[in-house]
């Protein structure tokens, strides 16, 4: 039986392989393996390819967003905002460092934050907000950036989804996701859209005293060798994964090219089915399509999950738990029915497979079997 899996790292990995395996063999013949050429080499060419001024490389994603909050020194109790529709990753630091975690809702139809919901949630305590570009496209960052600037709030981007997509600003300049806010932050885990074989993550900003003091908290709060100014974390990106991130990133926009494509097919394929809700892309952003997300109605998620199962079709659910609903993040503040977008999305939210190495042949496969099931 054909094996459609969410993503295929074995058949990208195939086409780069001369590349990446010289790049690995050259590291382990002369022992680089922490902040060797190759983390510089990596830093440069994606500070170039996103158009920003600093990119600090660092161990994952999640850390990335933790020293984003440890650099602008927020205190406990200070809230930041974020969206109930997300992956835990990005609420779990706000927790971890003792901020408090304000929830607000998504739009229906892009499942990113609500700028206007936003708006009803800042308290004289709110310190940052941090948009998600969930999925692969750019929240309303126009919207943002003008809430906080009118109440002097830190953006802090989550761009782990939505690197390479680009944002038009209502003025027509146009900006790569993560570059917009104070702070961007990323995540290169395998199956991310530029993802290495391992853990990685970088932080992005154009600022120089940001980045200057990002740069001490992931080197354990150093300033000069071994004199300690700050409480720091140990969050390096291997000089191994940063080679591999080199070569991948020549090949981002045409990754996106591929996932675009998949999306399209799907897109096309689905409209003939009232019950299938195709995502909608916003007009200010392209859509990298980190992963294809669309809406269900009156359809058996399970059902459907095991029917594709059966014909060895892989799909999932991003995310069938609300934030507020999880059970480490239960909160008096917060019940059922706050955020009704995302506890709907959470019930009809379906995942289909989605990479760059998908034939047409493949993709027909699989939207006759969904097809199958749901007329
Ligand atoms: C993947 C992801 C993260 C965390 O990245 P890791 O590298 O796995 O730590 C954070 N936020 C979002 C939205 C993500 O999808």
């Known amino acids: 039986m054909k094996q459609v899996p969410m993503v295929d790292l074995i058949g ?9 395996d010289a790049a690995i063999a050259e590291i382990l013949t002369n022992a680089s393996y922490i902040n060797g050429p190759a983390v510089k080499k990596f830093q440069a060419n994606l500070e170039s390819y996103l158009g920003i001024k600093h990119v600090i490389p660092c161990a994952n994603g999640t850390d990335a967003l933790q020293v984003a909050m440890m650099a602008l020194n927020l205190q406990p109790g200070d809230e930041v ?14 927790a971890l460092l003792h901020l408090t975690p304000v929830l607000v ?32 496209q750019c929240s309303d960052m126009d919207a943002v950036m003008e809430i906080a600037k009118k109440h002097n709030l830190y953006v802090i981007e989550d761009n782990a989804q939505a690197i ?21 932050c990323t995540s290169f885990f395998p199956s991310k859209n530029l993802g290495c074989y391992g853990d990685g993550g970088a932080i992005f900003t154009n600022d120089d005293a940001l980045a200057a003091q990002m740069r001490v908290v992931v080197n354990h709060g ?30 981002l926009d045409g990754y996106a090219e591929a996932r675009r494509f998949v999306a399209k097919f799907y897109n096309d ?13 916003s007009s200010f952003t392209s859509h990298v399509f980190h992963q294809y997300a ?32 999880q059970k480490a993040y239960l909160d008096p503040r ?8 995302t506890e709907e999305l959470c019930k009809n939210i379906f995942s289909l497979p989605i990479h760059t190495e998908f034939d047409v042949e493949t993709l027909q496969y699989v939207v006759d079997a969904v097809l199958e099931f749901v007329k």
Do not use: C, W
Request: hydrophobic share 40%; glycine share 6%.
């Open 164 to 184: 390479g997509a680009d944002y038009r600003s209502k003025d027509g300049s146009v900006k790569k996701a993560g570059t917009i806010g104070h702070i961007g």
């Open 269 to 281: 394929a689905f409209s003939v089915s009232e019950k299938l809700i195709t995502p909608v892309t």
């Open 81 to 94: 905002i974020t969206t109930s529709f997300t992956f835990i990753a990005t609420a779990e630091v706000i």
């Open 105 to 136: 809702d998504v739009l229906p139809d892009t499942y990113n934050i609500d700028p206007a919901a936003i708006e009803r949630a800042i308290t004289p305590k709110t310190k940052a907000i941090v948009p998600v570009h969930l999925f692969g």
């Open 334 to 341: 917060y019940k059922t029915g706050d955020f009704p977008v």
């Open 222 to 251: 150093m300033t000069v060798r071994y004199y300690h100014d700050y409480v720091g974390v140990n969050s390096r990106l291997d000089t191994i994964q940063a080679a591999i991130l080199d070569i991948k990133l020549k090949h």
């Open 294 to 325: 669309f809406v269900t109605k009156g359809v058996d998620r399970q059902k459907l999950m095991d029917h594709l199962q059966s014909k060895g079709i892989s799909s999932a659910i991003y995310y069938p738990v609300p934030l507020h609903e």
């Open 12 to 20: 990208q990995y195939n086409k780069i392989k001369p590349e990446v």
